[in-house]
């Protein structure tokens, strides 16, 4: 049986290319999006590469269908080896301005849809050498920017998440790690002015993703920051 990857919000941008990445390794894939068209456009993608693809619609923002996303992967009555909880948006903004509830729904979607995932299928990912948890930070998690407002906090705690649970795994054998992205060419800076080159590409962070599970299970990536060559925008 091939290994199992779960990737919240897995349709566009990096959930995507980290899925095409370990497609591309032979994995089998589950991921979930708001949308079904999209989704069954992708399962039927990734199914005549040959590999297992399942898909559930979510709103990783609400708490009641993140889980039934988990519900619907225990289901499948199969081991996790790998979870990626990239699921999140990005609203730019100033704390002292942007509207009423900007805060809730940015750590309901940035960091509650990771705890709430990770809760609902610990017990399914791989003790020993194999399991690994992957939680897409930011750079906005470790440096204040103009504009960065609620989304800036809402990364700030997923890091701060990320580090508790690599303490409470790893005597399990269960890694984690934090992928702290700059910008990166993704529906999210649609419409701005800047040639495509100053940023990153998907596949170089999904690339990265990868790398840091192919180690041995004898080391763990703990934090990796990834900017565009040309520095943060």
């Given at each position: 049986?091939n290994?199992?990857?779960?990737?919240?919000?897995?349709?566009k941008?990096?959930g995507?290319?980290?899925?095409?990445?370990?497609?591309?390794?032979?994995f089998?894939?589950?991921t979930?999006?708001?949308?079904k068209d999209?989704l069954?456009?992708l399962?039927?993608h990734?199914?005549k590469?040959?590999?297992?693809a399942f898909?559930?619609?979510?709103?990783?923002?609400?708490?009641?269908?993140v889980?039934?996303f988990?519900?619907?992967?225990?289901?499948?009555?199969?081991?996790?080896d790998?979870l990626?909880?990239?699921?999140?948006?990005f609203?730019?903004?100033?704390v002292t301005?942007e509207?009423?509830?900007t805060?809730?729904?940015?750590?309901?979607?940035?960091?509650?849809?990771?705890?709430?995932?990770?809760?609902?299928?610990?017990g399914?990912i791989?003790s020993?050498?194999?399991?690994?948890i992957?939680?897409?930070?930011?750079?906005?998690?470790i440096?204040a920017y103009p504009?960065?407002?609620?989304?800036a906090?809402?990364?700030?705690a997923?890091?701060g998440f990320?580090?508790?649970l690599?303490?409470e795994?790893?005597?399990i054998g269960?890694?984690?790690?934090?992928?702290l992205p700059?910008?990166?060419?993704?529906?999210?800076w649609?419409?701005?002015?800047l040639p495509?080159?100053r940023?990153?590409?998907?596949?170089?962070?999904?690339?990265t993703?990868?790398?840091?599970y192919?180690?041995?299970?004898r080391?763990?990536?703990?934090e990796?920051?990834?900017?565009?060559?040309?520095?943060?925008l």
């Amino acid at each position: 049986m091939n290994k199992l990857i779960v990737v919240t919000g897995g349709t566009k941008g990096i959930g995507r290319a980290i899925l095409e990445k370990f497609a591309s390794e032979g994995f089998d894939l589950i991921t979930c999006a708001r949308k079904k068209d999209e989704l069954d456009t992708l399962k039927l993608h990734f199914e005549k590469l040959g590999v297992k693809a399942f898909a559930e619609v979510a709103d990783m923002a609400d708490r009641n269908q993140v889980k039934k996303f988990t519900e619907f992967v225990k289901s499948l009555n199969r081991p996790v080896d790998v979870l990626v909880n990239n699921a999140g948006f990005f609203v730019p903004g100033l704390v002292t301005e942007e509207p009423e509830g900007t805060l809730e729904s940015m750590i309901n979607s940035n960091l509650y849809s990771a705890y709430y995932t990770t809760r609902g299928l610990v017990g399914l990912i791989k003790s020993g050498t194999a399991g690994h948890i992957f939680n897409m930070c930011s750079i906005a998690s470790i440096k204040a920017y103009p504009n960065g407002g609620s989304y800036a906090i809402s990364k700030f705690a997923l890091l701060g998440f990320s580090k508790v649970l690599r303490e409470e795994l790893k005597q399990i054998g269960i890694r984690v790690t934090a992928i702290l992205p700059g910008a990166t060419f993704t529906s999210s800076w649609e419409g701005v002015t800047l040639p495509e080159d100053r940023f990153m590409k998907v596949e170089d962070v999904a690339d990265t993703v990868y790398a840091s599970y192919a180690l041995s299970g004898r080391s763990v990536v703990e934090e990796i920051i990834i900017r565009p060559q040309l520095g943060d925008l």
